[in-house]
């Protein structure tokens, strides 16, 4: 089982900027990625990081998300999604979310869910 804490949802205006923070637990190498669903919408992936490094982004995120990993320690790894330039149609609850044996590029590319899933939080990107 791999616990999530996410964080850094909210309410921003068109070009502002939010970060997101997701601390995945329980094992020692963890891929993670974010994936996010507006109302009505079906769910997509965002962007990923696997424990190598390797990073994959959405093409309707590339130079406006980074993802990047703060800290790891033994069993507990921080990452982040950076979010900058949004726009409203970035507007849908984002979840953090994890696999332990399958790297994370690979799952986005494929279109494949990940394993283990964070609750989620709220983006809301006003004009």
């Known amino acids: 089982q791999v616990y999530f804490l996410e964080s850094g949802g909210g309410s921003v205006q068109v070009g502002g900027s939010l970060r997101l923070s997701c601390v995945a637990s329980?094992?020692?190498?963890?891929?993670v990625g974010w994936f996010r669903q507006a109302p009505g919408k079906q769910r997509e992936a965002v962007a990923g990081?696997?424990?190598?490094?390797?990073?994959?982004?959405?093409d309707f995120v590339k130079g406006r998300f980074t993802i990047g990993k703060d800290s790891v320690s033994a069993l507990s790894h921080t990452f982040h999604l950076q979010m900058n330039s949004l726009k409203p149609e970035d507007t849908a609850v984002y979840y953090c979310?994890?696999?332990?044996?399958?790297?994370?590029?690979?799952?986005?590319?494929?279109?494949?869910?990940?394993?283990?899933w964070g609750q989620g939080t709220q983006v809301t990107v006003s004009s």
């Open positions: 990081i696997d424990s190598d490094g390797s990073v994959t982004y959405a």
């Open positions: 329980g094992y020692k190498y963890i891929n």
């Open positions: 979310a994890a696999d332990v044996g399958r790297r994370m590029t690979g799952l986005q590319a494929l279109g494949y869910s990940p394993d283990f």
